[in-house]
C-alpha cells in the first residue's frame, strides 16, 4: 500500500495488537516493532517531525506516546555517532518511551543520515508499537478525559498484564546519572542538575564555550565552586525530587545564578515555596504558544511535561514570568531581584524550534 507521500506503508506484521485504556476502552491495530506486551501513561504528542529525539528525551520515561502525525518511520532513525562524550542525534542513550501508537508506519525510509528502520530501534530497545490505530479518536478521547493508563497486549487479548501508573514512583532516580561527570570546554563552570537531561542542554552550552559538570539528582552541589546552576528537565512528579528542593533551597538563600528548565522550573518553584500540580492531559509536542507576561510577544515552544506551577502560589519575591496562550497556565518564574529564573517550554528544544535560545544568552549573562 502506497500513501500520499510515496513511500511504502509497512505490511511487517499482521500480528494483532491492542492498545486498552483503563476506562475498558480497547483499540486494535497491527504490531511492529518489540514483539512484547507494556504498560504505561497514554499521553499525546502533536509534533510533525523528531521521533528519534523525542523518543530519548527521559521525560517520556514510563509513558506510552501516542504520535498523531500519519507519516511515521519515513526518515529512519539514525547511526549511535558521539560527539563531546555524548551521543549526537539522541537526548539520552536509550528509547525511554514504553511504546507507541500510530496511525501509518512507514518502513521503507529514506534519508542521507538513516543507518536503520524505526521498527529495528524499537525492537533493539524491546519497545513494542502498534499501527492501524484511529489516532484521531484516541487523542480526542485523551483530551476529554486527561492522560490515562493503558497497555500494549500484542496477540492474544486477555494476556494478564495489569495497568502501571509510573508517577507512583520516583522516574527522576531512574533516569538521572550515577556520578558526576565534566564536560570540558571553557573557563566558565555550570552545574547540571541530572533529573532526566536532554544532551541538547549539554550542547547548547558547550557550544557557547562553557564547561558543564553534570551530577546526579541527588547530589549535594549546594557547597560547590560553580558559577551557575542548571536544574535539568525530567520526567514524573517533581514532589518526588525531594533532595534536589532540598540541595537547591540552600543555595536560594545566596546569589548564584540559577535556570531550571521544564521539570528543573517545577523544583525551583516548590524549592521557593509554592506549589505545583498535575496538568489533565500534559503539554507535549514543538508548537506551545508561550507568552511573555506583561507583553504580547508570543513564542512557539517545545515541550514535554504533564506538571504545572500554580502561579497564585508564588511567594512575593517572584512573579510569573512566561503563560501558555492556549490554557493560561505557567511556563515560567523568576525572582523579582536575584538571578534566579525558570521555564515550562525546552530553550534547547530538540526537535525544534529554537526561538527561545536566547534564554541561554540571558543565563550566561548573569554568570559572565
Known sequence: MVNFSGCTVSKESDRKAYLILEDG??????????????????????GMVGY???????????QILVLTYPLIGNYGVPGNESENGILKFFESDKIQIHGLIVSNYINEYSHWNARRSLSDWMQENKVPGIQGIDTRALTKKLRE????????????????????????????????????VSYEKGRKRVVLVDCGTKNNIIRAFLKRGITVVR???????????????????GPGDPK??????????KVLVGNCPILGICLGNQILALAAGAETYKLKYGHRG?????????????????????????????????????????????EGIRHKTKPFFGVQFHPEASPGPDDTEFLFELFIKEIS
Not at 25 to 46: I, K, L, R
Request: proline share 5%; with cysteine.
Open 215 to 233: 551530577v546526579p539528582w541527588n547530589y549535594d552541589f549546594s557547597g560547590g565552586c560553580y558559577d551557575g546552576i542548571i536544574i535539568s528537565n
Open 25 to 46: 476502552t480497547v483499540f486494535e491495530g497491527t504490531s511492529f516493532g518489540a514483539d512484547s506486551s507494556a504498560a504505561g501513561e497514554v499521553v499525546f504528542n502533536t
Open 145 to 180: 478525559k486527561g492522560t490515562m493508563l493503558g497497555k500494549i497486549i500484542i496477540g492474544e487479548i486477555n494476556k494478564d498484564l495489569g495497568f502501571d501508573d509510573p508517577n507512583k514512583r520516583n522516574l527522576v532516580s531512574e533516569v538521572s546519572i550515577k556520578e558526576p
Open 240 to 249: 518526588m525530587c525531594k533532595e534536589t528542593i532540598k540541595n537547591l533551597r
Open 52 to 62: 528519534p529525539e523525542a523518543f530519548t528525551d527521559p521525560s517520556y520515561r514510563g
Open 286 to 330: 514543538q508548537n506551545q504558544p508561550c507568552v511573555k507576561n506583561g507583553t504580547k510577544r508570543c513564542y512557539i515552544t517545545s515541550q514535554n511535561h504533564g506538571y504545572a506551577v500554580n502561579a497564585d502560589s508564588l511567594p512575593e519575591d517572584w512573579e510569573e514570568w512566561f503563560y501558555n496562550n492556549n490554557d493560561k497556565t505557567n
